[in-house]
């Protein structure tokens, strides 16, 4: 049986309760014999600020870097609201992406048969939707300089952002839209703004010299980032992988999360470059919601999000795609059979905590492997 070293960060608010349930289903695989994980647990956000005064310390971050991968549950709150912007929560999950070099951010939106009335588009736009947006995580105009706000000779004010990317940072997300592309329906489609932006017009240049030359067999078409957007809600099915930059990678898969229903449904993937000896890439899985104080220590947190982020380790980080088919099929048998959190009961329909949720998946699990 093989054996894997996960790195779980649970975090503030729901996160340590929905890390319960993917800890319950860890233990639940290495039972079953199909993989042992042997887990360290550390500390990030809020918690670990009050702990150590920063967002994370130096020993977790060694601990993320030399992990297979590592979860990540959610981070921050209002206690937390007023203490230094470098220490704030969210500094621990960006240290953790800029250090461990995580320039591809996977949101694969998935809508449930038995959610698609959850959904604010119609059943027959999102039902069966399979879709995967890549976003590139590390570069674009969130971090191009210059990038400043400066006051001119008239005393008005003049801010300034930088669209930046090199073809490097274009050929490498490529890749991974491609590769990905490749274990789904062969189809990568490319947003840009080539109409307005050099960055666009670049973008497209190198997309279409990667596909052409490195997978001549994967379909490639271009979309303009704004037509994109429509298409999402207009008919979603269109499409199987989306690869575009940080800005409309940021704006897309926010709208894609939408078609699905629910934050709580939504996992996420955040993968470094290969190491050029072993071959792996370093790995962040993340529910897409946040730390939800609203609802934290209540029991009420739907732990899907979670527990999917912890199928796509399996399939993206540790080479266990039917375990991670598995552990999928016993989401969806759960959601068919009725059983719903809070947050995806419809008006009227009993809901269960976040332990039952788990406990139903794992009773799933069970029947699916047999
Ligand atoms: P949120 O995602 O935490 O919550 C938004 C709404 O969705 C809330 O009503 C919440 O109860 C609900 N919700 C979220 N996840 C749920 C789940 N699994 N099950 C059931 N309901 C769920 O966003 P917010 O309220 O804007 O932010 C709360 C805190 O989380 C803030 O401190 C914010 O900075 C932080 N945040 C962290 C991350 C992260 O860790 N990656 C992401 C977003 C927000």
Known sequence: MSSFNLFLLPGDGIGPEIMVE????????GQAGIAKFETEMGLVGGCAYDAHGKAISESDMAMAASADAVLFGAVGGPKWDKVPYDVRPEAGLLRLRKDLGLFANL????????????????REVVEGLDILIIRELTGGVYFGEPKEIVTLEN????????QLYTTHEIERIARVAFDLAKTRRNKVSSAEKRNVMKSGVLWNEVVTRVGKTEYPDVELEHVL?????MQLVRWPKQYDVIVTD???????????????????MLPSASLGAPDPVTGRSKA???????????????GLANPIAMIG?????????????????????AI???????????DIASAGQNAVGTGEMGAAIRRELAVVAR
Do not use: Q
């Open 225 to 229: 980032a704004d037509n994109c957007a």
């Open 309 to 329: 982020s912890f199928a796509m380790t399996l399939r993206y980080s540790l080479g266990l795609g039917e375990a991670a088919d598995m552990l999928e099929k």
């Open 155 to 162: 005393g008005e004010k003049r801010a300034v952002d930088t």
């Open 246 to 264: 940080n800005l409309f990678g940021d704006v897309l898969s926010d709208i894609a999360a939408m078609l699905t229903g629910s934050l709580g």
């Open 107 to 122: 949101r694969p939106a998935i809508c449930y048969p038995a959610l698609a009335d959850a959904s604010s588009l119609k």
């Open 284 to 298: 962040l899985y993340e529910p897409v919601h946040g730390s939800a104080p609203d609802i934290a220590g209540k």
């Open 22 to 29: 993917v800890k319950a289903i860890l233990d639940w695989f």
């Open 332 to 342: 969806a048998n759960v959601l068919a059979s009725g059983v719903r959190t809070k």
